[in-house]
C-alpha cells in the first residue's frame, strides 16, 4: 500500500497518509472549490488501509479552519477510523488540535468527540 501525500494550498490542508507508520495527518486550511473531489481518494485510502492496518494508528487533525461541507468529510474521516477499531480491534487515537484561544476549532473538535465515542479522542491545546 501506497503512501499519500498532499502538499498544502491556500484552499486545501497537507495530508500525509503513511500506511508504513499508521500516522496519520491532515493540517491547515479545508475550504476546496470541489470537496468530494478532494476528499474522495483520502477516504479510499482509509478503506484500503482498514484491510491491513497497523495495531496501533494515530490521526492528527490540526486545522485552523474549514468550511461547512468539509466538516461532513473531516466527519467521514473519523467514522472510518472508529469503524475500523470496531471492526478489527486495533487501536485507534485521534488527536484534535486547536490553538488556545480559536474557539470555533475547540467546539468543533467538542462535537466531534461526542459522536466519535469508541476511539480515544484527544482534545489537544495548542499554547500561543
Same mark, same amino acid.
Given at each position: 500500500?501506497?503512501?499519500?501525500?498532499?502538499?498544502?494550498?491556500?484552499?486545501?490542508?497537507?495530508?500525509?497518509?503513511?500506511?508504513?507508520t499508521g500516522?496519520?495527518?491532515?493540517?491547515?486550511?479545508?475550504?476546496?472549490?470541489?470537496?468530494?473531489d478532494?476528499?474522495?481518494?483520502?477516504?479510499?485510502?482509509?478503506?484500503?488501509?482498514?484491510? +491491513? $492496518?497497523?495495531?496501533?494508528?494515530?490521526?492528527?487533525? *490540526? %486545522? @485552523?479552519?474549514?468550511?461547512?461541507? +468539509? $466538516?461532513?468529510?473531516?466527519?467521514?474521516i473519523?467514522? *472510518? %477510523? @472508529?469503524?475500523l477499531?470496531?471492526?478489527?480491534?486495533?487501536?485507534?487515537?485521534?488527536?484534535?488540535?486547536?490553538? @488556545?484561544d480559536?474557539?470555533?476549532?475547540?467546539?468543533?473538535?467538542?462535537?466531534?468527540?461526542?459522536?466519535?465515542?469508541?476511539?480515544?479522542?484527544?482534545?489537544?491545546?495548542?499554547?500561543g
Amino acid at each position: 500500500m501506497q503512501k499519500y501525500e498532499l502538499r498544502e494550498t491556500a484552499t486545501t490542508p497537507y495530508v500525509n497518509l503513511d500506511p508504513d507508520t499508521g500516522v496519520i495527518r491532515m493540517e491547515g486550511r479545508s475550504i476546496p472549490e470541489n470537496v468530494i473531489d478532494f476528499y474522495q481518494p483520502i477516504l479510499r485510502w482509509i478503506d484500503e488501509y482498514a484491510t +491491513s $492496518s497497523q495495531l496501533e494508528t494515530i490521526v492528527h487533525l *490540526k %486545522f @485552523e479552519y474549514f468550511n461547512t461541507s +468539509s $466538516s461532513k468529510r473531516i466527519f467521514d474521516i473519523m467514522k *472510518k %477510523f @472508529e469503524k475500523l477499531a470496531v471492526d478489527t480491534g486495533k487501536k485507534v487515537t485521534i488527536n484534535w488540535y486547536f490553538e @488556545e484561544d480559536d474557539e470555533d476549532i475547540y467546539f468543533a473538535g467538542n462535537d466531534y468527540k461526542a459522536l466519535i465515542n469508541k476511539v480515544d479522542f484527544n482534545l489537544v491545546e495548542i499554547k500561543g
